[in-house]
């Protein structure tokens, strides 16, 4: 804990806050490449990146670059800003792979130009949003509506390869995205992604219109499976901000939920990966399954998915004690029959051809491209933000991450097999332990301009929100990061010669949840590394075979 | 009527006027010397007809010479055409004919190119391989033979460029270096056993004579002949000039050589096996074996090619398997006593060479035709030809329909043949049988390839192409038309065949087919099983214009609007490809061995050249060579 | 006379039966996935479904072999009946039909890869060329099966054929043939040119209203085909008992298949690919059984 504090202050860094949770770094821009390199070097790897205008309060944009470091348990937000008349500030993307997306969407919605970016493409404005209109900057009013431009697009035809789009309608995704596959017989030669097809504009609208306690009900809807994950990330962000305390009885109910929507989560995924190999009688049981586990959640909260339980400062509902039985009985027939479907299906030898070995992320890419959760996982990557980044009732709970070291499709897939029956275990213990008491703090005062930064472990990896608060119960800025748009960049290195009937099963095995993403990567199969525009258009126009 | 003699001669005199068209300026040159060999052509179907109705034999008197001699052979040109020949005159007019008329049109896409050795070479080709035919002396035969070989290796020429050039080379080489294999096998053979006889009729009776005697050296004069006209073929393992040379020649010509040139050598071998030698069991499975290799190797090579004349000219190597297969499969069965099924396979094979010819023709005739409108053979890039070449796509349609056997086109006919004379018998024939059959499923799939990778499937880049001129286009539905008609009336063909093959003495007859009711013949079943084939390929496309299109859309990509995308060629069949991995590394390593052999006797010949510098060596030597030599006249002369 | 009249019996039987059993199927993988599944009538309601739709054709199209297709494939498949008896012991037949019985079979795969190639569209490419792999491999398979069967009974008449008289390799023939059978049913794991989830429904992507009633109708009849390819093989001549038989073979076989199915995932291609060349094994190890006539 305190070498790296001493890392950042000897690499020109000044802690201006220091919380449980995090440290707010500021740092210039002459430094903040050497600061970001010596810190992955330390260790940590990069979560996400938020940039803000803050032009009304000190006349600068700002960028927040958050690092995860999981060995000291903090993340470490580097703040640097530039002013407007020189909106310039060295990009970190060539000292860390994971910034690429970031400062990509930070140009895209405030207009900061990021010297030395490799790929300083559009990310997630649609392709007839007109140049130089920076949706994000506080000058752009949330209902203004802008006049869409024509633009050409060159579309690619391959000499080498047959281009196979994939997207945004194809029975594969159960989201919008578009992912062109460009394959050589039947393997994969290269993939291009590209998505932001439901940008919805959230963070624009929480500055605009919405109150720091309508927030939640919106983050519970950014996601159709894991909405409440989002619900209490934001609630901890503010939480954070402000240090305010939350009731245990209400951590501990938040524990309950956040573990039954892990749970629901996991079966559907097994069942979707189940119908992408072709095996529909596993995708029926394990819905079938899955059904208990919804039922259950209906009882809690009133609800199947999305439960509108928490807010800031605590939980809105109680729950009863009679509800436990019930809830025990039903998750221990869940876990019998999960280890029976499991059971068969690891015995079936042509399932297992179809997962072993495939979709290969080792794991030094894994850590530099900062992919979270069973993805990160199942290439040998030990972490979890309830072991890291202790919040709700985990710090008094007993339960193990399971870890794998296979990095194929098979390694995610027990990852989160193992993860159902300790999500269950947890369950458990926290029916047993819960303490009563008070499940909401009523009154709390919230201090202008604090910033917060807010991470659970949703069914799909970190999930971060990073909340800086404004006067008058509303909110400065806000920035929702999903696990799946840390994992997204991993897919094209997964793909990389594989055959094309395993691009289903490569791109299912990171639990993509586009609603939550939706951003824009390019990979060339031959070398492995992530394109940018220059050596994509290069590799295209060379004649080869 | 015309005398007999002159009919013959017409040809003859017609070709070699064509030739003179060398006078002429290049593409004149090219395209007189086209017009009147196709008129010669004609002349040549017109024998063809005569001859298959009563044999003709015509002698030719250079000078008389007394006794019967080599020299007095060499001073008369027999021309005796039977049935046998007469078929392969008729095809060669026909073929020749289409060629002809092609090449008028064709020439004007070359800029540059030996125009007037074409136009020298071309009618010569066309005559030394009628002659070829129709000489009834092995001695002229032989002659004929070198004189085909140094013919069309000028038109493989053409073009001039590197690719050309290596062609002909190894094309010239390799039948050259068999050739003088094969010189040697005849020249013993007329030695040793005519007594230095060589009409067609002394060899034979004194073949089959000293046959039961010499097994041995039969066997080995068996595959002296087959190595030496098998190359010439395009037999495996001697086939490798084939995929060389034929892509490198302008197209109508590759047609020749893929329609006709090779099928001289497999006259030449019908002509040893069936007639020269007597019918003996082993000899058949040994050019059965040969044949199934060749159907292996041919077929298979072609599955991995983008280039299209690549892809036809392995297909005519797998053809010619198929063609050679049933000719040995054939004599074994006729030598073991299944007479019925060994006339039936022997049918078939010659059934299949005809079809062969038109549809390998066509093929080629078409696949020059994209080089025309297009200028590309590369697979990878062309594509939606069909939009732009109806008639050619028509054609070519046919024409790969023919290859892959679909009924009732002709290739289904004679590889039904195949199938029904090998599969029923006891013997390892059955075995070559069911190999025959699982590449046609292999020649189906390279062709629909070529087909769709050329007419079907989307361009990788936007070619500006129209059809090609009516002249070329004519001839590519003209050859489409005989695969249709030879598939939907057999019966004419399998006659035509069978009385060939009884002339030569073969116990078969037309009737004795029938007790076979199969779907080449009718009479016996209450129904002709071709017609209803038939209704197929004619009921499908009404039905579909029938039900029509109610609108058309832009192609479904999934929903981004993007225009489609075409597969590369090599991406065809790719992991087919990866599971029969081991056996296109058999070849590999067959390829380095070979190379290395190559190498030795390469080194071997350069330390014999070091001695040849040495004359006492040299004299030792040929002294050596002479005692021998005479010792094995004497010895058999006295026996 | 009586032969036409069999014949005629039996294609209606078989066009009738073909989408009747496929609808049990479905009941049945319903069934194992604990659902309730659609009625047995489904599939015939989805087939006149698509009879009142539309039909689109890709602007990239070559029209005469996109209309042309499906009706050749569903044509030859359909011939193929004349010679292989279902419900009544007759058919046309003559010498060499088994071979015209493949080639039938081979040409209905060979139409639908034109058909796909003549929409344009990506999909259908990399789906026919999975198809083409497929079929080439099955009919190396099935070149043994015939092969086998010709030297067995020294004959290439099915007549001859139904039934198969019980020796070693007879046996060994009929369940090889029950593995390509079901490999050439494209039932999971061998649906792959058709697999869904990766490549949209493959060949048929572009194809709507009754030309893609036909290619699906054409899968329905080429399995019963198969089957009861195999059923002539095992029953006995005698019409009554044959009869019994049939039904109750033509029902029950494809209920075992579909229950195997439902239990499997699928395979790759080149899993596939050389899954087959190994079976290729036991193909040469019949013949030659067959050969010494065992």
């Known amino acids: 804990m305190q070498d790296i504090k001493r890392v950042i202050e000897e690499n020109n860094g000044k802690i201006v806050v220091e919380h449980d949770y995090f440290l707010l770094v500021e740092v210039s821009r002459e430094h903040v490449r050497k600061l970001a390199r010596t810190l992955f070097e330390a260790g940590a790897y990069y979560s996400t990146g938020v940039g803000s205008d803050e032009r009304p309060r000190n006349g600068f944009f700002a960028m927040y670059h958050i690092l995860n470091h999981e060995e000291s348990k903090k993340y470490i937000v580097l703040k640097v800003e530039a002013p407007e008349h020189d909106l310039r500030i060295p990009s970190i993307t060539p000292e860390i792979e994971g910034a690429n997306w970031a400062e990509r969407e930070a140009h895209d919605v405030l207009g900061i130009v990021f010297e030395g970016h490799p790929e300083p493409e559009r990310l997630i404005l649609p392709d007839d949003w007109p140049e130089g209109v920076y949706p994000l900057r506080k000058d752009f009013k949330y209902n203004e509506k802008v006049k869409p431009v024509r633009k050409e697009e060159k579309f690619i035809e391959r000499e080498d390869a047959l281009v196979l789009p994939l997207g945004p309608f194809h029975p594969t995704l159960h989201e919008p995205e578009y992912f062109e596959i460009y394959v050589d017989g039947e393997t994969i030669a290269g993939a291009r992604y590209k998505g932001f097809f439901i940008h919805r504009g959230l963070e624009k609208l929480a500055e605009g219109r919405l109150t720091i306690h309508q927030i939640p009900f919106v983050a519970e809807r950014i996601c159709g499976i894991c909405g409440y994950t989002h619900m209490i990330c934001y609630c901890q962000a503010v939480e954070n901000a402000i240090e305010l305390e939350v009731p245990e009885r209400a951590e501990y109910i938040r524990t309950l939920l956040l573990e039954i929507e892990r749970i629901h989560s996991h079966i559907l995924w097994f069942g979707v990966v189940y119908h992408l190999l072709g095996f529909d009688t596993g995708f029926m049981h394990a819905w079938r399954i899955r059904e208990k586990v919804m039922d259950i959640a209906e009882m809690l909260t009133g609800n199947r998915k999305t439960y509108g339980m928490s807010l800031v400062g605590g939980v809105r509902r109680d729950i009863d004690e009679d509800k436990k039985e019930k809830t025990l009985k039903a998750l221990r027939e869940v876990s019998q029959e999960m280890k029976k479907l499991f059971n068969d299906v690891l015995a079936m030898k042509e399932i297992l051809n179809r997962i072993e070995d495939v979709g290969i992320l080792p794991k030094d890419r894994a850590r530099s491209i900062g992919v979270v959760g069973p993805v990160a996982r199942g290439s040998g990557i030990n972490t979890d933000v309830r072991k890291d980044h202790p919040y709700a009732a985990y710090k008094y709970l007993d339960f193990k991450v399971p870890v794998y070291n296979g990095c194929d499709v098979l390694s995610r897939y027990l990852v989160r097999a193992d993860e159902i029956f300790e999500s269950i275990y947890l369950i458990e213990q926290v029916l047993d332990q819960m303490p009563g008491g008070d499940i909401m703090v009523e009154r709390f005062e919230v201090p202008e301009f604090s910033v917060g930064v807010g991470a659970t472990e949703a069914p799909r990896g970190e999930d971060v929100h990073f909340v800086i608060t404004h006067r008058g119960s509303k909110v400065y800025r806000w920035r929702p990061r999903a696990p799946t748009y840390n994992n997204l960049p991993s897919v094209p290195v997964m793909l990389e010669g594989e055959h094309l009937a395993d691009a289903p099963a490569i791109i299912g095995s990171i639990d993509p949840c586009f609603s939550c993403t939706d951003h824009v990567t390019i990979v060339d199969d031959s070398t492995g590394k992530i394109l940018f525009r220059g050596p994509l258009e290069d590799a295209i126009r060379r004649l080869k075979r | 009527m015309i005398p007999e003699n002159y009919i013959v001669t017409i040809p003859i005199v017609l070709f070699i006027v064509a030739s003179l068209a060398i006078v002429l300026k290049k593409e004149t040159s090219v395209k007189v010397s086209s017009i009147i060999s196709a008129i010669g052509s004609s002349t040549l179907i017109l024998v063809s007809f005569i001859g298959f109705m009563h044999d003709i034999d015509v002698k030719y008197v250079i000078w008389d010479a007394n006794g019967s001699s080599i020299l007095s052979s060499l001073c008369t040109v027999h021309i005796h055409i039977d049935k046998l020949s007469s078929i392969f005159v008729g095809l060669t007019g026909i073929i020749t004919l289409l060629a002809s008329v092609y090449a008028i049109k064709y020439i004007e896409k070359h800029k540059s190119g030996y125009y007037r050795l074409l136009s020298f070479s071309y009618p010569l080709t066309v005559l030394t391989m009628y002659l070829l035919f129709v000489s009834w002396d092995l001695l002229w035969l032989l002659i004929f033979w070198e004189l085909l070989t140094l013919f069309s290796q000028f038109i493989v020429v053409f073009k001039g460029d590197k690719e050309a050039i290596s062609g002909a080379y190894q094309y010239f080489t390799i039948t050259k270096a068999c050739a003088d294999v094969l010189v040697i096998a005849l020249v013993t053979l007329i030695i040793i056993v005519t007594g230095l006889k060589t009409s067609y009729d002394d060899v034979s009776l004194a073949l089959w004579a000293y046959f039961s005697g010499n097994k041995a050296i039969g066997y080995l004069l068996a595959i002296l002949a087959l190595v030496g006209f098998g190359a010439k073929a395009g037999l495996a393992p001697f086939h490798t000039w084939l995929p060389k040379a034929h892509p490198a020649a302008p197209t109508h010509i590759s047609a020749i050589l893929s329609g006709l040139i090779v099928k001289t050598g497999v006259y030449a071998l019908m002509r040893t096996f069936l007639v020269f030698f007597p019918t003996d069991a082993t000899i058949g499975l040994i050019v059965a074996s040969f044949g199934v290799l060749t159907i292996i190797v041919g077929n298979m090579r072609a599955l991995a090619q983008d280039d299209s004349k690549r892809l036809l000219a392995y297909s005519t190597i797998g053809q010619i398997g198929y063609i050679l297969l049933p000719m040995g499969a054939g004599i074994y069965l006729m030598g073991i006593g299944q007479t019925l099924l060994g006339g039936f396979a022997l049918v078939a094979s010659l059934y299949h060479t005809i079809n062969h010819a038109f549809f390998k023709s066509l093929l080629f005739l078409t696949s020059g035709s994209i080089l025309y409108a297009t200028g590309s053979r590369d697979l990878n890039i062309i594509g939606g030809l069909s939009k732009q070449m109806p008639y050619t796509a028509f054609a070519a349609l046919i024409g790969a329909l023919s290859i892959a056997g679909v009924p009732p086109l002709n290739g289904f006919v004679s590889k039904w043949m195949i199938y029904s004379s090998l599969l029923p018998s006891a013997t390892v024939i059955s075995l070559f049988g069911i190999i025959a059959l699982a590449m046609s499923a292999v020649t189906a799939a390279y062709i629909m390839k070529f087909f769709t990778a050329a007419f079907l499937k989307p361009p990788k880049v936007k070619l500006d192409v129209n059809e090609v001129p009516g002249l070329m286009s004519a001839t590519q539905i003209i050859a489409a038309a005989f695969c249709i008609l030879l598939g939907v009336y057999p019966n004419f063909i399998v006659k035509v065949c069978s009385d060939a093959l009884i002339s030569l003495g073969y116990p078969i007859s037309y009737e004795s087919f029938k007790i076979l009711p199969g779907v080449v013949l009718p009479n016996t079943a209450a129904f002709m099983p071709i017609l209803v084939l038939m209704a197929v390929f004619l009921l499908a496309p009404l039905l579909g214009l029938a039900v029509g299109v109610d609108r058309i859309d832009n192609t479904w990509t999934t929903g981004y609007p993007r225009p489609t995308s075409a597969m590369t060629s090599f991406g065809y069949y790719k992991d087919l490809r990866e599971g029969f991995s081991e056996y296109y590394s058999i070849s590999k390593e067959l390829l380095a061995f070979a190379r290395r052999l190559s190498s030795a006797i390469l080194r071997m010949s350069s330390s014999y050249e070091d001695v040849s510098y040495d004359l006492n060596t040299m004299l030792y030597g040929a002294a050596v060579f002479l005692v021998i030599g005479i010792f094995v006249i004497l010895w058999g002369v006295i026996s | ?294």
Request: hydrophobic share 55%; with cysteine.
């Open chain 3, 1 to 294: 006379m009586n032969a036409i009249i069999a014949v005629i019996v039996n294609v209606i039987f078989a066009l009738l039966y073909a989408p009747l059993i496929d609808g049990v199927e479905r009941k049945i993988k319903a069934r194992v996935q604990r659902r309730k599944g659609p009625p047995i009538q489904q599939t015939w309601y989805d087939i006149l479904k698509l009879f009142k739709k539309e039909e689109i054709m890709p602007k990239d199209a070559t029209k005469s072999i996109f209309v042309s297709a499906p009706f050749m494939a569903f044509l030859s498949v359909l011939i193929a009946y004349l010679f292989v008896p279902t419900i009544l012991p007759g058919a046309l037949y003559f010498y060499g039909d088994i071979i015209v019985v493949i080639y039938l079979l081979a040409f209905s795969s060979i139409v639908l890869f034109l058909g796909a190639f003549s929409s344009g569209n990506p999909y259908a490419q990399v789906g026919a060329n999975r198809e083409m792999s497929l079929a080439v491999m099955e009919e190396i398979l099935l070149a043994f099966i015939v092969g086998s069967l010709a030297v067995l009974n020294r004959s290439l008449m099915l007549n001859r054929m139904f039934p198969l008289e019980i020796k070693v390799s007879s046996i060994i023939l009929l369940a090889f043939y029950l593995v390509v059978m079901y490999i050439a049913s494209a039932r999971v794991p061998f649906d792959i040119a058709e697999a869904e989830p990766e490549i949209a429904e493959g060949p048929f992507i572009e194809y709507s209203g009754k030309y893609l009633a036909m290619c699906k109708y054409t899968i329905f009849l080429k399995r019963i085909l198969l089957t009861s390819l195999f059923l002539n093989f095992v029953l006995p001549e005698n019409v009554l008992w044959r009869t019994i038989g049939y039904v109750i073979g033509v029902v029950i076989i494809p209920v075992i298949l579909a229950m195997i199915e439902a239990h499997m995932g699928r395979m790759r291609i080149d899993q596939a690919v050389r899954f087959m060349k190994r079976l290729s094994v036991i193909g040469i190890f019949a013949w030659v059984i067959s050969l010494f006539g065992w």
